[in-house]
């Protein structure tokens, strides 16, 4: 008597890691050239950001303690409000008005600027196509921002905050924080795309399932 032998219908189209791979190294020209596109027009981007300058100052403002419990603190409020102040019309006045001889309008000024808080660091961001421009904006930012910072956030009848500039304005460059991490991840994402688009194809024009009764 002949002994029947059951199949399992989704044993017989599985496909292992192998056959995978092998779909892939046969279709390896679409696995390097999507990361290799993805990159360069990375890179064409980051090369053509606008240049940007930085300056970094610590803020103290008086009743400031090492303290972290209450976020009530009026001098934790003055501080979560610096960089909204750093955008605004009113410090961009300021900023203008310590520059000479130059074409700016305060809205040009006030588009250049934007800023960033950790813990009492104020990181003020200067960035425009024309890096004549950030450079001296930059440099005027920072001459106003000690008497900026206490005429528009600090109250009259009270206590000056300290303001001292940690990092005086960068060289205007088009290099940002994270570019490197920006390309790898794009290269992985890339090659992660292509390695599905090349399994794709392969399953579309038999290849993958050529490969697994070649397995067998």
């Known amino acids: 008597m002949r002994q029947q032998v059951l199949t399992d219908p989704l044993a017989e189209h599985s496909i292992s890691m192998g056959q995978l ?9 679409i696995v390097l050239l999507l990361p290799l596109v993805a990159v360069t027009a990375t890179l064409l981007f980051q090369r053509n950001e606008p240049y940007q300058s930085t300056v970094r100052a610590t803020v103290l403002i008086p009743g400031d303690t090492e303290d972290p419990g209450s976020s009530e603190r009026p001098e934790l409020m003055v501080l979560d409000d610096l960089p909204p102040f750093i955008r605004s019309h009113a410090f961009a006045s300021d900023v203008l008005a310590a520059m000479e001889g130059v074409s700016l309008t305060v809205d040009q000024v006030q588009s250049a600027l934007d800023a960033s808080r950790y813990s009492r660091v104020l990181t003020v961001y200067v960035t425009s196509e024309n890096d004549q ?3 001296e904006i930059a440099a005027a930012a920072e001459s106003v921002l000690p008497d900026s910072i206490n005429s528009y956030l600090m109250p009259d009848d009270g206590g000056l905050a300290t303001v001292r500039v940690i990092d005086p304005p960068s060289t205007p ?21 292509g ?3 090349a399994i794709a194809v392969g399953s579309r024009d038999g290849t993958v399932a050529q490969s697994s009764t070649e397995a067998k």
Request: hydrophobic share 55%; aromatic share 8%.
């Open 133 to 135: 421009e950030v450079e």
């Open 195 to 197: 390695a599905l688009i």
């Open 173 to 193: 460059s088009r290099d940002r924080d994270g570019h490197w991490l920006q390309l790898l991840i794009t290269a992985a994402l890339g090659v992660l795309i």
């Open 21 to 29: 791979m092998s779909v892939i190294r046969r279709r390896w020209w």
